[in-house]
């Protein structure tokens, strides 16, 4: 409390503050700011719950109407779909009498905001006794004589304020007067308000109380019978309550309260039928006559102590300082959609002027101050929301007050709704099917005696008989479960006698549970009991429901708040009521063994199965299976566990702790005796260190749900509660590092055990008590790098499945739509045309539908192994189909974009166009190739899965059945495969040619403008041609390289060295096909190719080539020149895609090489001149270009004028190039001469 | 032959007390001329039964019995060969087949001191040139063969009818390509109930899922489907999922309120199959 004081007071920074709420280590804090603030390092541990008191606090007289307004009380609640059960309102009422009246508050207004009646601090008898209380537990607690200044309301600091003489002002008259005030009371205005009861337990006198080594069984409630009125009369008799110092009394009281309320709710809320009607039914006539107080943003008054509060707020959030991240969410909601405020009396405001600062100020004066607030919390936890529902999504996004309090937070959840795809929908749960009888598990040769064969037999048909009787009537009201059904089952029971009878009913119990619940929609679809969800109309089939949509929209329903206790929907009552009936001991023995085993199996089941795909494309598909398969496996698991927690608790299931301390030792000492059914504690400990938390974590807190009071003391199930905790603490939001657990991973886990904890039986202080503890704990992920936490499995529909209660935020947000804007019509426009599509739909969905039932159908009386094996094939050949489209379908769309996109390259000429844009239309054009896919993927599907299935199964299966297995397996495979390819297919092919257009214009080399045409390999290559390194350099096929040749030519060489013209030949032969075979060619050897080849023609025209033979002949012929030419040119001209430097030929260098030679040969360089025009491989200016180039060179004399009369010859007779090369051949004897004379 | 409830009712009304003889059941045709004579005859046969169960107790008392020996005494003592027997069960509105058993078990009480065994008996009433006495032989034979309600030649008669319609359901489901296991096999696998035919692989009638057949050659009532129901097709639900039962004779509409749960019924076998489609489209 001071330290939330000194921080308003901005004497401490905000940032210091945070660190010093996540963490203990003041080693860290050694800044002079900080140093004040470890002083009160004591402290650290309570700030975060008086915090949340504080706000909750604060807030009350928000929601409460104001006095001008009495008639409108009730009208609050309905605001605010919370619950509001009997059970809450006992708790309030009880509360409400002991104040007396003057300024009118609503108790029923109230009750809304505190997830729980009881939280609030009950049954204080006043005002001042209330301060008294709750000072004498501060004063204890800060034993370095700091006192929460709040405590002594306006006391100064530092004074340890004893509350006994105020409790003694105001005890007993309250008390007796219990009776005398109206259920819903009123409150005393207190000094300035401020007196408003406490939604929190304040744990610090829990703390003080453990010091004294007082266990909490101090707090002792009276037995559930007990009226609210008898209650202070068990605290006055109570052995502790004389021994107490006076703020642990009223404490005390407070836990009776909360004890009791929830207990009730505990009773309660299992029994369908009874608190259901309570919540809808009166709403929608009053909504209509609410109207939300405008909530403008101007008018918010303290602007930065509530920025200051909300940062705080959230930074507690975000590290996971609170209990229930959901439910925070939630009173965060809640203070946004606020209808409106007890209006403050002015001289409340006048008196509170002059400390502005302090906490004695109401932080939330106005309407606006609390949507203020909520907006700016919103706005820290936006991460958070982006990844609810996309309903809840819209509601946020279309709510007015967000919109015209953070513009940018509106854009940015209305930006996450229109991205997100988290459509949480719940199917209609399918009508129950029996488990069918297998020969191998049912026939009479897995029974002891005839007898007892036949005896199941008749079992069976009861078991079921009992079954539909319970469909038909459990939703009528005046049915009971036990009088109609209760005889019966135990008469079944009771002829059970082998052992074995009774583990094959068991056998058939849990199959028929986890069949019947263990559906998303078996469970989902009704939560909590309730009829269908909203969500589930939307996909029915009448119009006629559409009103009753409207209706329920209007009037939001309630499951139960935020924070339900666990309970048994849909058919799941039945199990528990037929366990309960049964109530034989042998039969819940069998039980418990048979779930435990169960839980072990499918806990330890390897997932996910498939190693991370190395590819994205077809990883991804897999990668849906897999979250299903997660899906069922977390859904399956929880309901064996909540079962198995419920049976094997329901011996020691009170509704209260322990009156007395030496009773509940006792109690303790004989229960840590008993070995827990399931060593969860292990189980828990392997989870995380595998990191598999995210399978282990929810079926263990939905075990321990159902534990009961004396559960959490035991030392066994403290270490594990221990370890939630840590766990809890260690799961922070915003942390986002690499193989850290995936944020819908996280999300669901504090979702689970946020709502654990506030489960009625785990005592409330675990939570804040073991906050000192907990940061020493670090996650020991070294074991399995790839554990199931790092991979996303969680979605949204299944964290909804899970947590259904997070809906809470959805019906809060669409009250509010429904009390402002419903009548607009905006929410119901926007329906409208879902049902109609869906009827639109229809007939399409069910012959689809009925294929679908009748595979199911086969399979439900096969061995379970034939459907894994066909589930397997399918999900093999489908993910294969994928790969094999790619080989085929899509590497020849890619080729045929290569080369597509050559012709365009080459069209367009030297300037190329857009990547974009090229890419753009070749995709146009290949796209729609992709529609093969679907065929071909069928026709792969259709090859591939019947040989597999039939390999798979075993022969003796029938023709018929096996033939089904295998189109089935065709189907499911083609299914699997063309969904994949119909979503993904364009996306594929774009991808590849993206990759194949950006690898070729890659390719281009350094310089863009140099893009000429090139070509793909041949279809019929088999790319066996010689690699071009090896032409290059390393080829030593007959010793020939082309660096062979030309370092021979270049010399130095050996006399004995040359290569032979034949070896010369199978060079240039080698370099075409290796210049034809695109494989192995990358853009810097075809250029080093084309350099080589140019140099190598030089050589050749200066008749610089070291030829092997015969001493006598070292040139090469003339003839073989020429040859070797003619097959360079074609190189040049066919073969080469990249440019061929081939101004290179008319270098000085390469020129010059000619002027060694004697006599000069002119003749050779000539024909190849005229060749490359003759070939269009260089232009006839170009050439002169080079030849007027070399003229400027410094020659001897007379090869200037040889040069001269070459290039006067090539520009003579352009157009006669036939004749002339005849000529020059004719010319050949006495080449030298004869050019001197032409 | 699907009828509703009121037409069932109307046709059980007027069979209120008429003997089980041709005649009647030929009236009955005349006044029911759209209604087959086999759904007729099954409905009239199950009416009749019903009666007899109610009234069974009071014709075997050892009142009665005496007075219907003394009776049938004195008729055939006037004319042996007038039809004493069936006049008497007509007059005392019982059924004739179970008035000679009557009359025959109190003869052979009467000439043989060991109270005569129910398969003596049996044998005697499915051949009755076996009963000594040749008079008593002529009656209970007359009784046999003018009851068209009770006696071994009507039971042999259920029997076959219930064979045919077997044969003839295992004809349709081989012609439509559709495998299953027979009562037969099933029992040798050791399954504890058996319909008569389990498909292999399952189909869909008019929407609903089939997972077993079962052949009714009888009008579906009332009191006889609740107790089919009771001890076969739940049972057969319970561990083989939904199924179909054809009564070959019709129905009562009304009772065809399980479809959703799981147990369809038909009075032919059904045209409309959707199966497992083998093409993947």
């Known amino acids: 409390a001071a330290v939330l004081e000194s921080l308003l007071r901005e004497e401490v920074p905000v940032a210091a503050a945070v660190r010093w709420i996540a963490r203990s280590t003041p080693s860290s804090e050694d800044s002079s700011e900080v140093a004040a603030l470890s002083a009160l390092r004591p402290l650290r541990k309570e700030f975060v719950p008086f915090l949340l008191n504080f706000l909750r606090e604060q807030s009350s007289r928000v929601l409460p109407q104001g006095p001008s307004t009495p008639a409108k009380t009730p009208v609050a609640s309905a605001a605010l779909p919370a619950r509001q059960g009997a059970p809450a309102r006992g708790g309030r009422g009880a509360r409400s009498q002991l104040f007396p009246a003057a300024e009118p508050l609503s108790a029923a207004a109230e009750a809304p905001l505190a997830r729980r009646a009881g939280r609030r601090r009950g049954p204080g008898p006043g005002p001042s006794r209330e301060r008294g209380g709750r000072g004498s537990g501060a004063a204890e607690e800060g034993a370095s004589g700091e006192s929460p200044p709040w405590a002594g309301g306006r006391k100064p600091k530092g004074s340890g304020s004893p509350g006994s003489p105020r409790l003694s002002l105001s005890d007993p008259p309250n008390l007796s007067n219990l009776e005398e005030f109206p259920p819903v009371g009123t409150v005393p205005p207190g000094s300035a308000g401020r007196t408003k009861p406490s939604r929190r337990i304040n744990p610090t006198p829990v703390s003080e109380e453990r010091s004294l080594s007082k266990p909490k069984t101090c707090f002792t409630s009276p037995p559930i019978s007990c009226v609210p009125s008898s209650q202070p009369s068990t605290l006055d008799t109570s052995p502790w309550g004389l021994g107490l110092p006076p703020g642990c009394r009223s404490l005390q009281e407070e836990r009776e309260m909360l004890r009791k309320a929830r207990t009730k709710q505990l009773q309660q809320s299992p029994t369908p039928a009874s608190p259901i009607p309570e919540s809808g039914s009166p709403v929608p006539s009053r909504t209509g006559n609410l109207t939300a107080e405008p909530a403008d943003p101007a008018r918010v008054s303290s602007r930065q102590r509530l920025e200051l509060v909300a940062l705080i707020y959230s930074s507690c959030i975000a590290e996971n300082l609170v209990p229930n991240l959901f439910l925070e969410l939630f009173f965060v909601l809640q203070l946004l959609t606020a209808r409106r405020m007890v209006a403050t009396k002015d001289s409340d405001l006048e008196s509170s002027q002059g400390a502005l600062d302090s906490l004695d100020t109401p932080l939330f004066r106005s309407i606006h101050d609390c949507v203020f607030f909520a907006v700016q919390v919103l706005e820290h936890q936006f991460q958070v929301l982006s990844y609810l529902d996309k309903g809840t999504l819209k509601l946020l996004a279309e709510n007015e007050r967000l919109l015209c309090f953070s513009p940018a937070l509106q854009g940015r959840l209305r930006a996450a709704y229109e991205g997100s795809v988290a459509k949480v929908s719940l199917v209609i749960p399918p009508s129950a099917q029996a488990v069918s009888f297998q020969p191998e598990t049912d026939n009479r040769a897995n029974f002891s005696s005839d007898r007892a064969f036949h005896t199941f037999k008749k079992q069976r048909d009861v078991f079921y008989e009992v079954l539909r009787e319970w469909e038909d009537h459990h939703e009528e009201p005046s049915w009971d479960f036990e009088k109609g059904l209760g005889s019966r089952i135990r008469a079944m029971m009771g002829q059970l006698s082998a052992a074995c009878s009774h583990s094959h009913f068991v056998r058939l119990f849990q199959k028929q549970l986890l069949q019947m619940c263990q559906s998303p929609g078996g469970a989902g679809g009704s939560v909590l009991g309730e009829a269908p969800d909203v969500l589930n109309m939307l996909g029915a089939d009448k119009l006629g429901r559409l009103r009753q949509l409207q209706e329920r929209l209007i009037a939001p329903q309630s499951s139960g708040g935020p924070c339900p206790p666990p309970t048994f929907p849909g058919c799941q009552g039945f199990f528990r009521d037929f366990i309960m009936s049964a109530s034989s001991f042998h039969f819940n023995q069998h039980l418990m063994d048979s779930l435990s085993l169960k839980i072990r199996e499918l806990n330890g089941l390897r997932l996910p199965q498939h190693e991370p795909g190395d590819e994205d494309g077809e990883s991804d598909m897999d990668w849906q299976g897999e979250r299903r398969q997660f899906a069922v496996v977390l859904l399956s698991l929880r309901l064996l566990a909540k079962f198995l927690g419920f049976v094997a608790f329901l011996p020691y299931r009170g509704h209260e702790p322990p009156p007395t301390r030496e009773l509940q030792d006792s109690i303790l000492a004989l229960r840590s005796q008993v070995p827990p059914v399931l060593d969860i504690r292990a189980l828990l400990q392997q989870g995380l260190w595998a990191r598999r938390a995210v399978l282990t974590v929810p079926w263990l807190v939905e075990f321990l749900s159902f534990a009961d009071h004396i559960v959490p003391l035991l030392d066994y199930y403290r270490s594990v509660f221990t370890l939630l905790l840590r766990l809890h603490r260690s799961l922070v939001l915003s942390k986002e590092n690499e193989g850290e657990m995936c944020f819908l991973n996280k999300l669901l886990l504090l979702a689970v055990l946020g709502w654990l904890f506030q489960i009625p039986t785990v005592p409330e202080d675990l939570f804040f008590l073991e906050d000192g503890q907990v940061d020493a704990f670090e996650v020991t992920t070294t074991a399995s790098e790839h554990g199931l936490d790092s991979v996303p499995v969680v979605d949204q529909q299944l964290l909804y499945t899970c947590c259904p209660y997070i809906g809470e935020l959805r019906k809060l947000l669409a009250s509010w739509v429904s009390g402002s804007s419903g009548r607009s019509g905006g929410f119901v426009r926007k329906i409208t045309p879902t049902t109609t599509s869906s009827l639109g739909a229809l007939p399409l969905q069910t012959s689809q539908g009925l294929q679908a039932q009748l595979a199911e159908a086969f399979f439900h009386n096969q061995p379970p192994s034939l459907r894994r094996t066909v589930e397997f094939v399918a999900e093999r050949i489908g993910s294969n189909c994928v790969k094999h489209i790619k080989a085929t379908l899509v590497a020849d769309l890619v080729h045929q974009a290569e080369s597509l996109l050559q012709e365009q390259l080459v069209a367009r000429g030297q300037e190329g166009g857009d990547p974009a844009q090229l890419l753009e239309s070749l995709c146009s054009q290949l796209c729609p190739h992709g529609a093969q896919a679907l065929t071909q993927g069928r026709e792969f599907c259709q090859r591939k899965s019947p040989t597999a299935v039939r390999a798979l199964l075993p022969e003796e299966t029938p023709a018929a059945v096996l033939s089904s297995a295998e189109n089935i397996a065709v189907g499911l495979a083609t299914e699997k495969a063309c969904s994949w390819l119909s979503a993904n297919i364009t996306a594929l092919i774009r991808r590849e040619v993206k990759a194949a257009v950006s690898r070729m214009l890659r390719a281009q080399g350094p310089e863009p403008t140099a893009r000429v045409e090139r070509r793909g390999c041949s279809r019929a290559c088999e790319h066996h041609a010689p690699l071009p390194s090896h032409l290059i350099s390393e080829i030593k096929f007959h010793h020939c390289s082309l660096q062979d040749v030309l370092s021979l030519a270049a010399g130095p060489r050996d006399p004995e060295e040359g290569v032979s013209p034949e070896h010369l030949e199978q060079l240039l032969n080698q370099m075409g096909q290796s210049l034809r075979c695109r494989q192995f060619l990358c853009p810097t050897a075809e250029q080093h190719l084309a350099k080589c080849s140019v140099e190598l023609a030089s050589l050749l025209v200066a008749d610089q080539i070291p030829i092997l033979g015969p001493p006598t002949q070292h040139r090469l012929e003339r003839g073989h020149a020429r040859r070797l030419l003619h097959m360079l040119l074609s190189l040049w001209k066919d073969d080469f895609q990249g440019p061929v430097p081939l101004q290179l030929l008319l270098s000085p260098r390469n020129v010059g090489l000619l002027a060694d030679t004697r006599p000069r040969e002119w003749d050779l360089l000539l024909f190849l001149l005229r060749e490359l025009v003759e070939k269009d491989l260089m232009g006839h200016l170009e050439i002169e270009a080079c030849l007027g180039r070399l003229n400027e060179a410094q020659w001897p004399g007379d090869f200037s004028e040889e040069l001269s009369t070459l290039f006067r010859l090539f520009l003579a007779e352009p157009h006669l190039l036939e004749p002339q090369l005849r000529a020059c051949e004719l010319m050949q004897p006495n080449r030298g001469t004869v050019l001197a004379q032409s | ?281």
């Not at chain 2, 040139?129 to 030649?153: K, W």
């Not at chain 2, 096999?185 to 498909?199: E, N, S, V």
């Not at chain 2, 009332?222 to 561990?239: D, I, M, T």
């Open chain 2, 1 to 281: 032959m699907i009828l509703t409830k009121a037409q069932y009712e109307e046709i059980a009304q007027c069979l209120v007390s008429v003997p089980p003889t041709r005649q009647s059941l030929r009236k009955l045709k005349q006044r029911f001329p759209s209604q087959s004579q086999a759904t007729l005859l099954s409905i009239f046969s199950q009416e009749y039964q019903k009666h007899i169960k109610r009234t069974h107790a009071k014709h075997h008392t050892p009142e009665a019995i005496e007075s219907y020996y003394q009776r049938y005494l004195n008729g055939v003592g006037k004319n042996g060969a007038a039809p004493v027997l069936l006049e008497l069960a007509n007059e005392v509105d019982y059924a004739p087949s179970l008035m000679a058993r009557i009359i025959l078990e109190r003869f052979l009480q009467g000439h043989e001191q060991t109270p005569p065994s129910k398969s003596v008996i049996n044998s005697m009433l499915r051949d009755p040139s076996q009963i000594p006495d040749g008079v008593l032989a002529n009656q209970v034979y007359q009784c046999i063969v003018n009851d068209c309600c009770y006696g071994p030649l009507v039971d042999c008669i259920k029997h076959a009818i219930g064979y045919e319609h077997e044969v003839l359901l295992r004809d349709l489901l081989l012609k439509k390509n559709l495998s299953f296991l027979d009562e037969d096999q099933l029992r040798a696998k050791g399954y504890d109930k058996t319909p008569d035919f389990i498909l292999q692989v399952p189909v869909a009638v008019e929407g609903h899922i089939i997972h077993w057949i079962e052949s009714k050659a009888s009008f579906g009532d009332e009191c006889s489907h609740h107790a089919y129901l009771h001890g076969q097709f739940w049972s057969y639900w319970n561990r083989f999922g939904p199924g179909l039962v054809i009564y070959w004779y019709g129905f009562i509409q009304e009772l065809d309120c399980n479809r959703e749960r799981g147990i369809l019924l038909k009075a032919s076998f059904p045209t409309d199959i959707v199966t497992l489609c083998h093409s993947t489209a």
